[in-house]
């Protein structure tokens, strides 16, 4: 027979191979004994339909020990549906037998798809196609769905390092479109081993593999898996030696992972800080490698050796001069990281202030700077995390800075969410000594501090209010205040607000408002423009409500109009 009835004969019996194994695994859902060997059995069906359908379009000359297995396989088949029928008849003469059988039957199939997998690996096909399997359209049922990853996952296990990699690559698109293909992926028991194998493999896979890994990883459902796993270890290898993509993903999914502190030991042991802290100290990665490098060191820094590991490789200077990068997921990720490790632990903040952190965080700030409004929220929540332990820490804040005018920018021109964290700093710095309180009161905190009383959030309200009261503590303050007739009405009409309701569900404020008139009612000129304002009767109302602060402000009102009519009895 010549070379080209050869070729035929096979691509023949391809065919032949290809419709056998569609029409058993049809016929093996429809047998109702041994369902757990037959599901065995089936999956094994998948994995030789997938190799032997990419076999359709090799563009190459047929070796003969490729048709020496699909003729073996066609026995196989042959042999495997004379059991189907057995079994779908209940004509078996013995249960033990035919389990027995059904086992040889399995293992048959599974030497099959290894000695296709070994024609693959060993380069004797040449192909040059890629995946040719169609992905099911997106109103395509489960079971076409899942065949689709098993034939995936077969292209994975039996093909050359190109089909590997496509095979990944597909089923990467397929789980970032379409959740319901990452749960199909998560059933399959052997795909996470597959994937965590491919982790040591060629740069492109390992690539790819990674990028998987770092999907599952994002559904919480799926951590405890992959840690039991073990994919720990290979994530951290890819770490220290693969390319800049793999490294990035890699280290996303020990974030995801880390996020449960139990994890942090198995990244310590298997050298996973070291690789990360080198990470950052490089400069020659990117700024997502090193944010996310950051993120997982931020995740490990509550395990109190790993802290002190780092403190003693001198890291806390390395993060410092990250707070400066240009990209904004280094500058964020940075300050989170700083921040969390230096909030409980003194050494790392006196180092932190040493080191010129502070000044870096007011940098960050700054109005000028080109930091986004992310890093700005970011550094100003370091701030108030970091900045009030001791005198010397808001010395290095307030001293040869601009930061209260940074502040001040912040808190009338940025972000709904820049200035809320500019508020609570303000409102931590208005709780300070009374020189602090002067020095903003002339700094112009006051107006602003007023324009937030009337914010939607109970919580900034009730912020900027507390500030307000400590800032009236300064008799300068307070005048400064009265200095305007409207602003006694204005906190008056804000109290009416807040009882009357002014169509909002979350009142509260009445508390802060009635303490803010209290330390106004130092001042003469005060007392007698709330005596006189028409409000008077909503304060006694308040009082009776067994309200304390409102009966203290009652008492106090009353004692100057008592005051009032006894100066007019004398003068008369």
């Not at 503590?473 to 309701?501: A, H, M, T, W």
């Amino acid at each position: 027979m010549g070379e080209d009835s050869v070729e035929e004969s096979t691509r023949v019996s391809i065919k032949r191979a290809i419709e056998s194994i569609s029409s058993l695994i049809s016929l093996s859902h429809s047998i109702k004994s041994f369902a757990v060997k037959w599901q065995l059995i089936r999956n094994k069906l998948e994995d030789l339909y997938s190799g032997i359908t990419s076999l359709e379009n090799l563009n190459s000359d047929f070796d003969p020990s490729l048709s020496a297995l699909i003729n073996a396989i066609l026995g196989s088949l042959e042999e495997c549906h004379g059991l189907a029928s057995r079994c779908l008849d209940v004509s078996f003469t013995g249960k033990l037998l035919m389990q027995s059988d059904l086992d040889f039957m399995s293992g048959k199939f599974e030497r099959h798809v290894k000695d296709l997998s070994l024609i693959y690996s060993a380069g004797i096909l040449s192909h040059g196609f890629a995946i040719v399997v169609s992905k099911p359209s997106g109103k395509a049922c489960r079971d076409d769905m899942r065949f689709y990853i098993r034939d995936l996952l077969t292209r994975m296990k039996i093909g050359d390092v190109e089909m590997k990699k496509q095979a990944l690559i597909r089923l990467n698109e397929s789980m970032v479109e379409d959740d319901r293909y990452m749960k199909i992926v998560m059933e399959i028991s052997e795909m996470v081993c597959v994937l965590i194998e491919f982790l040591d493999s060629e740069m492109g896979i390992q690539e790819e593999a990674s990028k998987a890994l770092f999907f599952i990883s994002g559904f919480g459902s799926y951590k405890p898996l992959l840690i039991r796993s073990c994919v720990v270890g290979p994530l951290v290898r890819v770490l220290e030696n693969g390319n800049v993509v793999g490294r990035e993903a890699s280290a996303r999914c020990l974030m995801n992972l880390t996020e449960n502190s139990e994890n942090a030991w198995s990244v310590s042991a298997h050298g996973g800080v070291a690789a990360l802290l080198k990470i950052c100290s490089c400069g020659e990665f990117g700024g997502e490698l090193i944010a996310s490098s950051c993120g997982v060191l931020r995740n490990l820094v509550g395990v109190e050796e790993i802290k002190r590991y780092m403190i003693e490789e001198d890291m806390v200077s390395t993060f410092i001069k990250l707070i400066g990068s240009k990209d904004e997921i280094v500058q964020v990720n940075s300050i989170d990281l700083l921040s969390t490790m230096c909030s409980t632990d003194e050494e790392s903040r006196e180092i932190l202030v040493r080191e010129g952190g502070i000044q870096e965080l007011v940098l960050v700030s700054d109005p000028n700077s080109l930091s986004s409004s992310k890093s700005k929220e970011m550094a100003l929540r370091a701030i108030h995390n970091l900045c009030f332990g001791s005198v010397s820490y808001l010395n290095a804040l307030l001293s040869g800075s601009r930061f209260l005018d940074h502040l001040l920018y912040l808190l009338r021109n940025g972000e709904t969410s820049v200035q809320e964290s500019a508020l609570k700093v303000t409102s931590k710095l208005c709780s300070l000594p009374a020189e602090v309180k002067r020095i903003m009161g002339n700094a112009g905190f006051i107006p602003e501090l007023v324009r937030f009383l009337d914010a939607k959030s109970l919580y900034v309200r009730e912020m900027a209010s507390d500030a307000l009261y400590c800032l009236f503590s300064v008799p300068k303050n307070r005048k400064k205040f009265l200095q305007e007739d409207c602003n006694i009405s204005y906190i008056l009409q804000l109290l009416d607000q807040e009882e009357r309701g002014n169509e909002r569900s979350d009142l509260g404020n009445t508390k802060f408002l009635i303490l803010i008139l209290m330390s106004l009612t130092s001042c003469n000129s005060a007392r007698r423009k709330i005596s006189a304002s028409g409000y008077m009767k909503l304060i006694e109302k308040l009082a009776e409500r067994e309200d304390t602060d409102a009966k203290k402000l009652v008492k106090k009102l009353s004692r100057n109009r008592f005051h009032n009519i006894l100066g007019g009895i004398w003068h008369s």
